[in-house]
């Protein structure tokens, strides 16, 4: 073959390349399965207890949260807000690895209030709210 058929026949290919598709894709569809479970306090991921001090016109709320993630996952940053005011349950550098609790007041709170309870570290996010029961 002559150096022009070569020629031709390397445009030819370099054309084909350049204009054949590589066979890679551009979207993927896929499904994944998800399991949710509603259980009580004492087997949840993050465990809460609330209780509430009355002592004449002032109610205090003391609120518990105790890590039961599995182990190894480190909560960082937990607060509880009752009627704007947040207080941190892991202040400064505290964390809270698993098996750990902490415990934390809130005053000058209404019976019937609600307590949102925030906490977050290691891939992990949870919100939740109670409500401040008296006895």
Known sequence: MSRRGWLVL????????TTAGTGAFSAVSAERGIQIAVVDDDRA????AVTANV???DT???ITVTNQFPQGTTLSAVTATVDGETVSLTPGSTTLDGGDSTTGTVANVTCGDTV???ASGDGVRVELEREIVCE
Do not use: F, K, P
């Open 10 to 17: 390397a445009a030819a290919a370099v054309v084909v390349a």
């Open 45 to 48: 991921y993050l465990g809460v």
């Open 55 to 57: 002592s004449g016109n």
């Open 60 to 62: 205090t709320a003391r």
């Open 116 to 118: 949102t309870i925030r």
